[in-house]
């Protein structure tokens, strides 16, 4: 069973172009977060988001970033017109149910490895 | 508002003897808390968590954590520390009354050396 992928692991971007950041579950997951980690920091939440929805986005700033978690393939995030201060590590987690709880217990979110964005 | 604080930016312990990471936290009701450990350019990985019950916590790797309700830590701890323990690792937490379930809330992580 295949783990959280994220693609790339490593993205180089000049000021203003666009990146986009893709996440696949693992087998099973339908609930995918986003973090993020600047250098020296610890990890912030991003967003959260379920197949064709966004439950929760009050760590997304307000401009140029976006996510989406479609019906079909990979989650992605995306940052349009990046600046230099976008420059960090995005995590991906994905859990099998919402929030990562059960009813009768708890099941903790499964990380991916990091995709590192570098923007010059 | 919740919040998890990891006082040392930085760990020394020889191999061997014993180590602590420690970890504090804010929140409004009973907390969720969770060590992740993350290794040079690779992703979080999770350690142990505290939901309720026992206050000591075993996880991975030989860590265990204790939580302690009256000075609201949750410190990380083995007895013999191995040089591969060295990475980064985070405590984070969760308010279960908070509104969104999904939310948890990161430390801003300790990095743990130890030396041969």
């Known amino acids: 069973n295949a783990g959280v992928m994220q693609n790339p692991r490593h993205l180089v971007r000049r000021r203003g172009q666009e990146a986009r950041l893709r996440c696949s579950p693992m087998?099973?997951?339908?609930?995918v977060y986003w973090y993020r980690q600047l250098p020296e920091e610890g990890l912030k939440f991003m967003v959260y988001?379920?197949?064709?929805?966004?439950?929760?986005e009050s760590g997304m700033p307000k401009e140029r970033f976006s996510a989406e978690f479609p019906k079909e393939g990979p989650s992605i995030l995306r940052i349009q017109q990046v600046v230099r201060g976008d420059s960090a590590a995005y995590f991906c987690a994905s859990s099998p149910r919402r929030g990562g709880f059960t009813s009768g217990g708890f099941n903790e979110q499964f990380f991916g490895p990091g995709t590192r964005l570098t923007v010059l | 508002a919740q919040s998890v604080a990891q006082p040392e930016d930085q760990v020394n312990v020889a191999e061997g003897n014993p180590l602590t990471v420690k970890c504090t936290y804010s929140?409004?009701?009973?907390?969720?808390l969770f060590w992740y450990v993350q290794y040079p350019n690779r992703g979080l990985q999770f350690l142990l968590k505290y939901i309720t019950g026992d206050n000591l916590v075993k996880g991975s790797y030989g860590f265990e954590a204790e939580f302690n309700k009256s000075q609201t830590s949750f410190h990380l701890k083995k007895p013999s520390a191995l040089v591969s323990d060295s990475a980064l690792y985070f405590c984070?937490?969760?308010?279960?009354?908070?509104?969104?379930?999904?939310?948890?809330?990161f430390g801003s992580g300790t990095r743990l050396s130890i030396r041969p």
């Open positions: 984070a937490v969760r308010d279960p009354s908070y509104s969104s379930a999904s939310k948890i809330i």
């Open positions: 087998k099973g997951h339908s609930h």
């Open positions: 929140v409004s009701g009973n907390p969720y």
């Open positions: 988001l379920q197949k064709e929805n966004i439950i929760d």
